[in-house]
Structures are given as C-alpha cells and as structure tokens.
C-alpha cells in the first residue's frame, strides 16, 4: 500500500505562481510515476502533468510553458510550479502514484494510488 498526500495549495492572484507538493510512501518511490490531475467542480479529473521513473515529463497542452513538474527521490516527494496561473486553473488537484511502470501516463486508470487532494484557487 502506498500512501500519498498532497500539500502547498492556496488562493493566488492570476498571474501568480504557486508550488503543490505531494509525497508518497514506500522505499521503492524512485521506480514510481507520479502525476498530477486537477479537478474543478462540475467537471471531470483531467490530466495535468507527469513525470516517470526515468524523469521523463508530460503536460497537458493548457499548462504547458507555465507548469513544471519534478520529483527528489531521497524525499520521496513529486512537486508541481504553476506560474502565470490564470482563473480557468482554479481546481482540487490531485497527485497519483503508479507502481507498475505503465505506459499511458496521461490516463487516470493507470493511477494505482490517489491522494486527497489540495485546494488551488485563482482569483481574477
């Protein structure tokens, strides 16, 4: 079982930067993939952003060039930047964990284990 929690969300002025950040136990965190996924009321849970166990990374066309996503294994910790938020990125974002090294990254069912997730709202 691998626990994982969000922390770091807030309320933000468009135009800001905020940094989300996620950790997850286990003492095998280096082979994991992590992803983020944000979701806003009414709406479904999107894909966000990923990295894998080889670093490699995946955004989401509406963040790319403003979120950055990186992972420090010795601290078993995933984190998100999101800078020049604008209202429309106002969501609960979540951060996920696969353990089975697969393939669709971008996809919520590859996602083995979830946490609860972290509040961020931007205001106009």
């Known amino acids: 079982q691998v626990r994982v929690v969000e922390s770091g969300g807030g309320l933000v002025q468009a135009g800001g930067s905020l940094r989300v950040s996620c950790t997850a136990s286990?003492?095998?965190?280096?082979?994991?993939?992590m992803g983020w996924f944000r979701q806003a009321p009414g709406k479904e849970r999107d894909f966000v952003a990923a990295?894998?166990?080889?670093?490699?990374?995946y955004y989401a066309d509406s963040v790319k060039g403003r979120f950055t996503i990186s992972r420090d294994n010795a601290e078993n910790t995933v984190y998100l930047q999101m800078n020049s938020l604008k209202p429309e990125d106002t969501a609960l974002y979540y951060c996920?964990?696969?353990?089975?090294?697969?393939?669709?990254?971008?996809?919520?069912?590859?996602?083995?284990?979830w946490g609860q997730g972290t509040q961020v709202t931007v205001s106009s």
């Open positions: 990295i894998t166990w080889t670093d490699s990374t």
């Open positions: 286990g003492r095998t965190f280096s082979s994991y993939t």
């Open positions: 996920a964990a696969d353990v089975d090294r697969s393939i669709l990254v971008t996809s919520r069912d590859t996602y083995d284990y």
